[in-house]
Structures are given as C-alpha cells and as structure tokens.
C-alpha cells in the first residue's frame, strides 16, 4: 500500500485509483473489457418535467408518496389525513432493499425508508395548529413494506398481508447493553415508540432490514427553558427545532418536559426489522451505537462473524464498525442475534495509508475514566470516540463493500473544514470524496489499509463531473453506482453514475429534476432491474416541479420510486 503526500493525491486525481489495492482486479470482469457501455447523459441535459436517462435505459414511476400500499388502499389527497397516510407510501424515499419472494426478480417485497418531508410539503403549511396535522407528519416517517411484481412488463404493488407502515409511533423494543438501561427511562414511563430521519440502510444474511436513524435531533424542541448537556449539545438537541414544531403539541418532543427527560437516547440507533413478519416488533440494535446513522453496510467476515460498516453524517463525525463475538450462525442457533454481542469500533486514518479500528469498550482506560459503563459509552459513542483519538471526516454518507473486500465511503462535503488532513485533504470540501479500505482478516481486524477513490474536485470542472456523493451501492463486478446530493456543476439537479472501480471511468446514467436528490439504489437478484429513489423533487415545492407529473406549476411534487432497466434487458450498469 503507497503512502502519498496531499499535493500528489490533488494533482493525482482520478488516475491514482488506477489499480490501486493489490489484488482489486482479480474479479471476473476484469476478463471482460468495460463494464459499462451505455450512452451517457451528457453534463447539462435536465428537465423539470421528469428525470433524464441514458438512451439506452427506460424506467417506471413507482410507488409516489400517498400510494395506498395495497390496491384496495386509500387514494393520495393533500394534504393525508392521520389515517389515510398509515396505509399509504410515506414521503422522503431513501434506503431501500428488494427481497425477493421465493428468489424471484419480478416479485418481491421493497421495503424503504422515508427519511423526511417538511411541513411545508406534507401539510402545505409551514407550522402544525393542532395535533392531527403532528400525526400526519409522524404516520409520513419511518417505513413503508409494500409486496410488489412485474406484470406484463410493469411494476405494481399488490394485495399483501405483510404490506405495512412503521413509524413515529409503532410500538419498538431496545436489545444489546442499553435494553432497559436507565439512560432510556422517563418518569413518563411511555413505552418505546417509532422511528424516524430514517435514512441509508442495509440487510443482514438472515433475512432481516436494518433502517438508520440520522438526524433524530431535529423532531425535538423545547416549550420553556431548555440548557442542553454536553450530550444534548454534541448531538444537536436545540430548544427551536427546525421546525416540525411536534414539541408543541406533542410532549415526548418537548426537551423542557422533565417527564421526558431520556426520550432523545431512543432515537439515533440502528432498528432491525423483519420484513416478512408483520407481527415481530422493530429492535434498535443497542451495540451498534447512538449517532447519527447513515446507513449500515452488512458483510459476513472472517470465521462467519458479522460485520456492520456505519458513517455519521455530520461534520467532522467518524466512521464505525460493528464486529460480532462469534458466526452468525452459531449465535443465532443459540437464541443471539449477531447484533446485539459483538464489539464497536471507530476510525482512525493515519496518514500513511494505514488505520486503526479503536474499541469503544468501557474496558479502554481512557473511556473507563469518564463513563459510567458500557450503555453510557454507546448512548455517548460521539463523545467515547473523541476520547480515543478517532478521525473527524467530512460527513460520512453511504458505505458499501465490494466484492474483492474493498469498502467504500462517501463523504459528501465539508464547507466548514479549516485544516486539511491526508483523509480528508480539502479545506474547505466543498464537492466531497469517496474514501476506499480494506481490513485485516477479512473484515474483522483492527488495521486497514486505504487511499481515496475519488475525489470530486478533481473531476468537477469536466463532463463526467460530480458533487456531493452520497449513495453508493458496489455491484459484484465491480461497478460503483453512485448517486449526489448537493451542489452539482452548471447547476444541473442531483444524478446517479456508474463507476467502473478498476479504471475510474465514469458514467452519466440518469439526472434527476430540479430540488430533488437522488438516492436509496437495490436490485432484483438478475439485475435486470434497479430501484433508485428521487427523494423531496422540487424540495416540495410546485413551483419548481410537478414531477412525477409533467410540470404544470400547481400539483405538489411527490417522492417516488423509479424502476430502471436497460433496453435491451442486459444487466443494470452496463
Ligand atoms: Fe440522510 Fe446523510 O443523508
Ligand atoms: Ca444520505
Ligand atoms: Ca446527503
Ligand atoms: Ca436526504
């Protein structure tokens, strides 16, 4: 692994990725040429009438926000009532997982996120006036488990006795070392209810979704005098909000309401969901840590033990792993879930192209001197990992883990960064970079090594230019797909590319509409076909689009999924 100084890595840019890990060629694609063929979408080419596609791709309209999750469902009106929008599409589509039914690419379940939507676009109003509107904005969160197949060339959703909503207020329990803990418990004594900010994502080898809880502290605010700790203060808690404004009428968001004290250490976790069974309750997963959870990228490492990849997206935040204490076979045979015994882990990147995974275990001294036990550690894993020395990066997005055992990170930008380090080498960040590892014993060791894949800069200036990445997903041939969300050249609106990770070459494969971000990406086990979401188009607003509809400046714009497939039915990517 070559070392690099930070002036080699910025004039270096895209050819450094060239061949870079020994051994990341050796996939059988190398013995096939390019991976990806397709016409691309040239720089510039958008409309606020829908999305633009390479020619040689076609997609489908799915499931927009308000679609009743079974046919027999209530019809989308807006704003939703409370009861309508349980038993429709959420809004703010992110991360998504196809499971499919019996192995098959044409029906399956898609379960995906909702991560947000303002006021403004689920009630057309800036601020609620009474508690109904609350419940619509809380039933918009969480999840949507909808069973869908292709007929006749179309996707649809279908009658489905698991097709269901998680959200704000679904009943969830807590397992691993905080379960029961008092740093969960309110003299209010409400059980343990929903999940929201729910952002990136992920799935484990046995069946089950993992939905991500980012930006929790935004839903809270305070009605009286509010002086946040040094907890509340490093995870964001503000007596203003930024205006959901449920604190007001709802009192378990209320941060001046002594009876609901600890209700912010239930959110900012990790939630395990089975989508097959409509009667198990969503578990937060205690071990993997409090932060603000971007996604959760699942592989199976050395001796069958599970490994979870996690960024925390906020500025100068870190990036985690979770290694489970044995194979997940061995302790679920045994009643265990993998994710609640195991160890947490944080990076630190030195600047020869080597790191340390750090143990946020009560056991390190450093962490033994200032927290009470393992639960504080977990519920504090911000502050615990300050404490060991972690490296602060540029707001870690998406994970993913490649086929030859590389993983990649997005970090999506920094405009605040004054200093620049040999991980995060622009000060400030303005169009971010993806970051690349590979650890020792097959993903459960404690050293990496990594170098960057991209670095955005490099490229923005040219036609294969990009900013922000934030959704990634790495094929089994090594293709990178990745999507943007924020500032992109010439002012086009957010995209998905296709990144050949052998070479660096990159492809247009779809530009979004304005206001929108691009995200949440899964396949059909063929590849034949491709999930992608277009999350808040026209941030909301009529204005700016009317998408999924053509643009006709009234009709409110709707988060919804898209169905891409190649013309000619060959893999997705290519
Ligand atoms: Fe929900 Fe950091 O994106
Ligand atoms: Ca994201
Ligand atoms: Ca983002
Ligand atoms: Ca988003």
């Known amino acids: 692994m070559q070392s690099y100084d930070r002036r080699s890595v910025l004039k270096g840019g895209l050819t450094l990725a060239v061949g870079f890990l020994s051994g990341c060629t050796a996939t059988a694609a190398s013995t096939r040429g390019a991976l990806s063929e397709f016409r691309p979408v040239p720089l510039g080419n958008y409309s606020r009438d829908g999305v633009t596609l390479s020619p040689d791709y076609e997609y489908q309209i799915l499931i927009p926000w308000g679609t009743p999750l079974t046919p027999d469902g209530p019809e989308f009106s807006h704003p939703p009532s409370p009861q309508d929008q349980l038993q429709q599409i959420g809004i703010g589509h992110d991360g998504m997982t196809y499971f499919p039914l019996d192995g098959s690419s044409r029906r399956g379940l898609l379960v995906l996120n909702h991560e947000y939507g303002s006021n403004q676009h689920v009630l057309g109003a800036t601020t609620p006036t ?28 279908v009658a489905s006795p698991i097709a269901r909503r998680v959200h704000v207020n679904t009943e969830m329990a807590f397992s691993g070392p905080v379960q029961g803990h008092a740093l969960l418990h309110n003299s209010a004594n409400n059980p343990v209810q929903g999940t929201l900010n729910n952002c990136a994502n992920g799935s484990t080898p046995w069946g089950t979704y993992l939905t991500c809880e980012e930006n929790f502290n935004f839903y809270f605010g305070a009605t009286a005098d509010f002086a946040p700790n040094p907890s509340q203060q490093r995870y964001g808690f503000m007596a203003t909000g930024v205006g959901y404004d449920w604190h007001r009428f709802d009192p378990r968001w209320d941060l001046s309401n002594p009876a609901y004290a600890n209700e912010g250490n239930r959110f900012g976790w990790v939630v395990e969901v089975d989508p097959m069974d409509p009667k198990a309750r969503p578990i937060k997963r205690s071990a993997l840590g409090r932060f603000k959870h971007e996604g959760a990228a699942v592989v199976e490492g050395m001796d069958g033990r599970i490994v979870v990849y996690m960024g925390d997206d906020e500025k100068f935040e870190f990036i ?13 045979a045994r009643g265990i879930s993998p994710l609640d015994e195991g160890t947490l882990y944080v990076a630190r990147f030195d600047a020869d192209g080597s790191g340390e995974w750090l143990p946020l275990t009560i056991e390190r001294p450093e962490l033994a001197a200032k927290f009470a036990d393992q639960a504080d550690v977990l519920v504090n894993a911000r502050l615990a990992a300050t404490e060991l020395g972690a490296t602060p990066m540029d707001r870690p997005e998406w994970t993913t883990v490649a086929a030859n055992g590389d993983v990649y990170c997005t970090l999506t930008n920094n405009d605040e960064r004054k200093t620049a380090d040999a991980a995060n080498p622009f000060a400030p960040n303005p169009h971010g970079h993806i970051i690349r590892w590979r650890d020792t014993d097959d993903h459960v060791g404690t050293r990496f090594s990594w170098n960057h894949f991209m670095l955005a800069a490099n490229s923005y200036d040219s036609e294969n230019s990009f900013g922000s990445p934030d959704g990634i997903w790495a094929d ?29 070459e990159l492809r247009r494969l779809l530009v979004g509409v304005p206001g929108c971000e691009i995200t ?24 700016v689009t009317s998408f999924p509809l053509p643009f006709d400046g009234v009709s409110v714009p709707r988060d919804c999924t898209l169905v891409l497939r190649r013309n000619d039915g060959g893999l997705v990517g290519s």
């Not at 086009?492 to 990770?501: E, F, G, K, R, S």
């Open 476 to 504: 089994p041939d090594g293709r990178l797909f990745i999507c943007t969300d924020g500032n992109q050249a010439g002012g086009m609106p957010n995209q998905l590319l296709v990144a050949d990770t052998r070479t660096a």
């Open 130 to 157: 009474r508690i109904e509107q609350v419940h619509t904005s809380q039933h918009a969160h969480g999840l949507s488990i909808v069973e869908i197949e292709e007929q006749a060339g179309v996707w649809q959703t």
């Open 320 to 332: 985690y792993k979770f290694v489970s204490s044995e194979n997940w076979r061995t302790l679920r």
């Open 520 to 543: 949440g990406i899964t396949a059909t086990p063929d590849r034949r076909t491709l999930f992608i979401n277009v999350q808040h188009p026209g941030n909301g607003l009529p204005s």
